[in-house]
C-alpha cells in the first residue's frame, strides 16, 4: 500500500515538512531553468568528443554513425509527439553525445595523412617554405610543404613537416633543399602527459626535419593554386612582422609582432619566461582577448562614427554598421594572425556576437556562447582535449555567468561630474578586480592540470596590465599594424611600444617577487573533467544549487596525487631523471631538457641536474659509482655496448637503459631490469616505480596513448633530433 505525502499531511507530521520543503525548492529551481536546459547540448556533444579522444583503440566510423542518427532520430520522433522535457532532455543529450563522437571519427578520417618514419640516416628534402613558426631551442624553425623527400614514395611524402634550420630562417614562399634529420613529431614527453603527436596529427603535421647543413635553394614546378595563396599571404604577414621590428627595435618589436602576426621569433627566452611566471603570457598568443579587444574597438569606433554624422545615424541603424565592422575587423585579423586554432575559436565566438546583433538579439548570453562551442566542436573535436579551448571556454562562461549575476547600477539624476566619475572608476575596478578574479579561478585547474604552475601574482599582474592592454597597446597595435603598409604607422606603433615596455616590466617586477610561481602535480586524468563538469554547474545553472558544483570545480586542487614514480626514461632511452626527495635529478642534463622538465613538474618535482662527483660517465654511458647513488645506469649509443661495458651497467645500478638492441645479456645483468632499443620503440617513454621486493612496476606512454592513427612511435636507432 502507497501512502501519498502531500503538504497538509507534512504539516501533521513535522518529520516529513522539511522534505517537502526541500522538494518545493528543488522543483521551483529546476523549473526556473526554462530554455538553460539547452546550453547542455555542447557539454554533451563535447563529451562525445572526450570520449573518443579517450580510446585505446581506434573505432570503425559506421557505428557511430548509425548510433549519431538512431539517437536524432529518436530524439526528433519524441519532440514531434509531444513528450515532456523528463523525456527529450536526455534524449537530446544522448544525441548530442553520439554526435560528437561520430565528429571526431569523421574528423580523424578528414585529415588523415602520411606521417614521416624515423629514417636510420639522413635525408635531402626539397619543399616551399609555407610559414616560419616560433623558434625551438635547437634555432630557428619554419613550416614545410615537402616535394620531394629521398627515400619516400609520393604517396608516403608528408604533407607538412616543421623544420628546425641553421642561421636566419627562410621566407614564406621560398623554395629550399634541407640536409636534414627527419622523424615522426614527438610522442609524449610521459605517460599522460601532453600529446604532441596527435596536435600534430590534426594540424596536417606529419613530421618534424633537423637540418644538418645550411638551407639551400632550390628549382621546383610551381606550387597549388591553394599553397600559393597561402605562401603569399604568409609572406606579407612576415613581412609586417619584419617592418613592427624595425620600428620598435626586437625587444619591444618582437612583441608587437607576436600579438599581431603571432610569430614570436623575435621574443627572448627571459621575457617568455618572465610572461609565464607573472602570468600574462596569454596576451602573447592570439586568443579570445585580442580578439574581444579588436573587434570590440572596431565596433565601438564605428558606432560612434556613425552617431556622428546625423545624416548617416537618421538612415542606418549604427549598431549594425558597426557589427559589419566587427566582423570584417575579426577576420582580417584572424587571417593576419595566420589563423592559428586558438584564433579561430576566438574568432568564431566574436562572430556569433556580432551575428547577434545583425539579428537583434542580446551579443553576449551563456546561449550565443553555446553556439559558439557547438560549432568549435563541430569543426574541429579535437579542441575539447587541447588546453586553450578548455581555459578559452571555461574563462569566457564564467565571465558570462558574472555578467549575468553583476547588479545593475541605477542611473544617476543631475549628480555632480565629480562624483560620477569617482563612481564609475570606482564600479570599473570592482568589475575589473572581479573578472580578473573569476576568469584566474575558472582557468586554474586547467593551468595546474596541464601547465603544472600557478602565477601566485598573476591576478596583480593582470589587473596592473589590464587598463594599459585593453585601452591603449592593442588599439594602437591595431591602427598600427593597419597603417604601417603605407608608412603611417609609426606613432600608433610608438604608443603601443611604450605600452608594451609597460606590460614586460610589470612582468618582470611581478615575476620575480618572492614565491611568484609554485609547481603543481597533475591529478589523475579523471580528475579535470570533474572538475570541468564542476564549473559548468556552477556558470550554466541558475539558482543557489549552482553552488554544488564549486566541490567539483575544486577538484584538480584537492584531489589526492598517486604516488611519485621513481625513474623516469625518455622517449629512446637518451636520458632519464630519478624522485629524491622533493627534487627530479636529471642523469643528462642539458640533453632533451623539455621532455625531463615536463615530467619533473607533472609529477611536482624540481628539476635538478646529478652530482658531479660519484658517478662514471663516458661518450656513450653514465652510470652511478654506487648502487644506492642512483637506480638507473644509461647507454645512448646506437651501437649496442660491448659485453664488459653492458656488465659494469648492470653491476653498477638496478636499472639499466640501453638505447640500442640488445641481443645478449651477460650473467651480471640476471637481476636487473634492462630496457633497449626495442622497448623503447614499442612503448615510448617510460615511469617506474619500486614494487616491493619484486622489482619494478611500469607505465608506458603507449599504453596510455593506445592504437590510435597519431600514435606511431620513432624508430630507436634513427639518429636523435
Known amino acids: 500500500m502507497t501512502t501519498k505525502i502531500d503538504a497538509t499531511a507534512a504539516e501533521d507530521r513535522p518529520d516529513l515538512k522539511g522534505l517537502v520543503q526541500i522538494w518545493a525548492s528543488l522543483k521551483a529551481e529546476t523549473g526556473r531553468q526554462g530554455l538553460r536546459w539547452r546550453l547542455w547540448a555542447p557539454v554533451a556533444f563535447g563529451g562525445g568528443c572526450a570520449i573518443y579522444f579517450s580510446l585505446k583503440i581506434e573505432p570503425p566510423l559506421w557505428p557511430l554513425l548509425v548510433a549519431a542518427v538512431l539517437a536524432s532520430g529518436v530524439w526528433g520522433v519524441g519532440r514531434r509527439l509531444g513528450a515532456g522535457r523528463r523525456v527529450t532532455l536526455p534524449l537530446m543529450l544522448i544525441a548530442c553525445l553520439a554526435a560528437g563522437l561520430a565528429a571526431a571519427k569523421v574528423r580523424t578520417e578528414r585529415v588523415a595523412a602520411p606521417i614521416s618514419p624515423a629514417m636510420a640516416e639522413p635525408t635531402v628534402l626539397e619543399a616551399w617554405v609555407v610559414d ?4 625551438g631551442q635547437r634555432g630557428a624553425r619554419i613550416v614545410v610543404a615537402p616535394v620531394w623527400v629521398r627515400g619516400l614514395p609520393p604517396e608516403d611524402t608528408p604533407i607538412r613537416l616543421r623544420a628546425t634550420v641553421k642561421g636566419e630562417p ?24 601532453y600529446d604532441f603527436g596527435r596536435n600534430a596529427f590534426f594540424a596536417g603535421m606529419g613530421g618534424v626535419a633537423f ?19 597561402m605562401m603569399k599571404i604568409n609572406a ?5 612582422a619584419e617592418r613592427i621590428v624595425a620600428r620598435l627595435g626586437p625587444r619591444t618589436g618582437g612583441v608587437a609582432a607576436a600579438m599581431v602576426t603571432g610569430h614570436e621569433t623575435w621574443i627572448g627566452q627571459e621575457d617568455l619566461d618572465a610572461m609565464r611566471d607573472s602570468g600574462l603570457a596569454h596576451i602573447l598568443s592570439i586568443s579570445g582577448l585580442h580578439m574581444a579587444v579588436v573587434g570590440g574597438f572596431v565596433f565601438f569606433s564605428v558606432r560612434l562614427g556613425v552617431a556622428a554624422w546625423p545624416w548617416l545615424a537618421l538612415r542606418v541603424s549604427g549598431k549594425k554598421v558597426a557589427a559589419w565592422a566587427g566582423l570584417i ?21 566574436a562572430s556569433i556576437a556580432f551575428i547577434a546583433i545583425l539579428l537583434d538579439r542580446q551579443a553576449i548570453t551563456m546561449h550565443a556562447l553555446a553556439v559558439a562551442a557547438l560549432i568549435v566542436l563541430a569543426f574541429q573535436p579535437e579542441a575539447i582535449v587541447t588546453p586553450g579551448f578548455q581555459m578559452s571556454f571555461a574563462a569566457t562562461a564564467a565571465l558570462v555567468a558574472l555578467v549575468e549575476v553583476w547588479p545593475r547600477r541605477p542611473r544617476e539624476i543631475s549628480a555632480p561630474l565629480p562624483i560620477v566619475a569617482v563612481q564609475r572608476f570606482g564600479g570599473w575596478i570592482v568589475a575589473a578586480c572581479a573578472a580578473s578574479l573569476v576568469a584566474g579561478l575558472a582557468t586554474g585547474p586547467f593551468a595546474m592540470q596541464h601547465f603544472n604552475r600557478t602565477a601566485v601574482y598573476g591576478l596583480v599582474a593582470n589587473l596592473a596590465t589590464s587598463p594599459v592592454a585593453d585601452f591603449i597597446m592593442m588599439p594602437a597595435l591595431a591602427l598600427g ?18 605600452g608594451i615596455d609597460l606590460m614586460l616590466a610589470i612582468g618582470h617586477w611581478t615575476a620575480g617577487l618572492p614565491g611568484a610561481v609554485k609547481t603543481v602535480a597533475s591529478a589523475p586524468d579523471y580528475v579535470l573533467p570533474i572538475a570541468f563538469i564542476g564549473i559548468l554547474i556552477v556558470c550554466l545553472w541558475q539558482g543557489r544549487l549552482r553552488w554544488l558544483g564549486l566541490p567539483l570545480a575544486a577538484a584538480v586542487l584537492v584531489w589526492p596525487r598517486a604516488p611519485t614514480p621513481d625513474l623516469w626514461i625518455g622517449d629512446g632511452g637518451t636520458n632519464a631523471a630519478f624522485h629524491l626527495g622533493d627534487q627530479a635529478v636529471v642523469v643528462r642534463p642539458g640533453v632533451r631538457e623539455f621532455a625531463v622538465e615536463l615530467w619533473s613538474r607533472r609529477r611536482g618535482l624540481e628539476m635538478t641536474p646529478r652530482p658531479a662527483e660519484g658517478w662514471t660517465c663516458t661518450r656513450f654511458s653514465c652510470a652511478p659509482g654506487v648502487e644506492s647513488a642512483s637506480p638507473v ?3 645512448w649509443g646506437r651501437r649496442a655496448p660491448s659485453a664488459e661495458a653492458l656488465a659494469g651497467l648492470c653491476g653498477s645500478a638496478a636499472v639499466v637503459s640501453s638505447r640500442a638492441v640488445l641481443t645478449a645479456l651477460p650473467r651480471e645483468c640476471d637481476d636487473r631490469l634492462v630496457l633497449d632499443g626495442v622497448d623503447f620503440a614499442r612503448g615510448g617513454a617510460v615511469e617506474l616505480w619500486r614494487d616491493g621486493s619484486t622489482g619494478w612496476r611500469a607505465t608506458w606512454t603507449s599504453d596510455v596513448r593506445g592504437d590510435r592513427p597519431w600514435t606511431r612511435v620513432a624508430d630507436p636507432e634513427a639518429p636523435e633530433g
Do not use: C, H
Open 211 to 229: 637540418a644538418l647543413g645550411e638551407t639551400r635553394p632550390a628549382v621546383l614546378d610551381p606550387p597549388p593554386a591553394g599553397l600559393r595563396l
Open 132 to 135: 616560419v613558426d616560433s623558434p
Open 633 to 635: 645506469a644509461l647507454w
Open 170 to 193: 627562410p621566407r614564406p614562399g621560398e623554395a629550399v633543399r634541407l640536409f636534414a634529420i627527419l622523424n615522426p613529431p614527438p610522442p609524449p614527453a610521459a605517460p599522460g602527459a
Open 236 to 240: 606579407v604577414r612576415f613581412a609586417l
Open 329 to 349: 575587423a575579426v577576420g582580417t585579423y584572424l587571417v593576419i594572425s595566420g589563423s592559428p586554432p586558438p584564433a579561430e575559436r576566438a574568432a568564431i565566438t
Open 481 to 498: 599594424a593597419l597603417l604601417e603598409p603605407v608608412g603611417l604607422g609609426a606613432p600608433f606603433l610608438w604608443i603601443a611600444g611604450k
